[in-house]
């Protein structure tokens, strides 16, 4: 049983699921190319936009089950399960509202006579990743489908619940089978779907490793692929930054799904040392304060971490980080309770040669820094192989926009920590990955931008004169 529901809060398996058949996978892509062929993208926009939309509302309207279908899965807090359900939502709304004039043929100033029109191109492979496991699967379905392509999505192995959930939701608004086909997918098949011809893009979402190996098929196949991978975003503190607002922004960058985020704050870096201490301490007490129990009860405030090998992984980590010679400052162990619950961490004194100086840490874990300046900040920030999301907190706007072009990375947020909405375009740099989803943006990665040039009758191209 690859595919398989293990509650994170208690360790109980509570559903598991075959592979798909090698017979059964041919049959739903199949599927999705007469849907591609003969429906889907032949519909009118209006008509597309009014199933999406329907989408929409029925994750609205069932919140509570959703939310609930999440936590069990993967272990997320189902406040933060309602926000991403919130998220995913407004993400299908957003292509739905937006599409027509997305789609509207472009006039092209400079060529009297030549448009450029966004044409859908086929079946588009999804691999997603289980932490946010709606919010994953909308950010591609909301533009893809509006788009006119047809979506082949394979889900984490851990969050198969999930999966089942938004096709159901997406089949009850109207998206044909043709349209949309969720596949229990072997990492042999996921192979042999981006081998397939009809197969004509592949968007993914995870670890440097799998993006690596995804992106290299896809090239092999001539096939444009998208990747969102890991990021290790770092929060500067400036010196005239806002004490409390700054220390409530850099916990919710954090703890967000439990800090299991590839947008989530990973590394807090303080201009001066008394400002540092005092951050450390606010952090250790805020950090220190949360409570672990069952993520469907809301007076929990820390969930588990998504499985026991993820938990193992980070311990791991914190055992490395600690043996070359960095400081636990906050936490570092296991919960002792039913649950694959780790104590928040913040570690401290982490040497440029320290493996976790790096690495992604992937949890509830913060690395806390303290430099003297603006210009050791920055040089920090960007000695990392991640270029992801990255935030600044100051009180002066102009020098926090300055700053923020000097950091490499895809997004920058100043005064907030990386976040995330429809309407502005998602993703990064170096090993984080190239192209963008969401926004006008993620709508056009997958598209044919077809020119069409129109002359007159008898009229030759410019330069020519004459025939010969």
């Known amino acids: 049983m690859a595919y398989r529901t293990t509650n994170p809060a208690n360790g109980k398996v509570l559903e598991s699921f075959d592979n798909i058949s090698d017979a059964d996978l041919a049959a739903r892509l199949d599927e999705l190319d007469r849907g591609f062929r003969t429906d889907w993208p032949l519909r009118p926009i209006a008509e597309r936009s009014r199933i999406i939309a329907k989408a929409a509302q029925i994750i609205r309207g069932e919140m509570t089950r959703l ?114 086909a969720n596949v229990f997918a072997s990492t042999d098949q996921v192979s042999a779907i981006i081998d397939d011809l009809r197969v004509r893009g592949v968007t993914l979402t995870g670890s440097e490793k799998a993006g690596a190996i995804v992106a290299e098929r896809a090239a092999r196949n001539l096939k444009k692929s998208v990747l969102e991978l890991g990021g290790s975003d770092p929060l500067i503190v400036l010196e005239d930054a806002p004490f409390e607002a700054t220390v409530l922004n850099a916990m919710v960058g954090k703890m ?107 949890g509830p874990v913060l690395s806390f820094y303290v430099v003297p300046d603006e210009a050791a900040a920055i040089a920090l920030a960007n000695d990392v192989p991640f270029g992801l999301g990255s935030s600044v907190f100051t009180a002066d706007l102009e020098r926090g926009e300055r700053l923020a072009l000097q950091i490499e990375s895809g997004m920058t947020f100043v005064n907030n920590p990386t976040w995330s909405t429809p309407q502005m375009p998602f993703g990064g740099v170096k090993n984080s990955g190239y192209g963008r989803e969401l926004s006008q943006l993620g709508f056009g990665e997958f598209v044919n931008w077809k020119l069409v040039a129109i002359s007159k009758a008898g009229a030759l191209p410019p330069g020519f004169d004459k025939a010969g």
């Open 67 to 180: 939310a609930e279908i999440i936590s069990r899965d993967m272990g997320k807090l189902v406040s933060h399960a309602v926000g991403e359900l919130t998220l995913s939502a407004a993400i299908l709304d957003y292509y739905a509202d937006t599409a027509e004039q997305f789609l509207e043929p472009k006039e092209l100033p400079d060529a009297p006579g030549a448009k450029l029109h966004a044409l859908p191109l086929g079946i588009i492979l999804a691999v997603e990743p289980w932490n946010f496991p709606f919010f994953q699967l909308a950010r591609v379905a909301g533009p893809q489908l509006m788009v006119g392509n047809v979506i082949v999505a394979k889900h984490a192995s851990n969050v198969p619940q999930c999966a089942l959930a938004f096709e159901d939701v997406l089949r009850r608004a109207g998206v044909p089978q043709g349209a949309y």
């Open 256 to 362: 967000n799904n439990a800090g299991q985020s590839c947008v989530a704050t990973k590394r807090m870096i303080v201009v001066g040392k008394e400002r540092g201490e005092k951050f450390l301490e606010a952090m250790k007490s805020a950090m220190g304060s949360l409570k672990a129990g069952d993520p469907l009860d809301p007076s929990t405030t820390l969930a588990p971490v998504s499985s026991e090998g993820a938990l193992k992984g980070l311990l791991d980590q914190i055992d490395a980080a600690k043996s070359a010679g960095a400081e636990i400052a906050l936490g570092g162990k296991r919960i002792d309770r039913p649950g694959s619950f780790l104590e928040p961490t913040i570690i401290t004194n982490i040497a440029s040669d320290n493996p976790v100086y790096r690495q992604e840490i992937f």
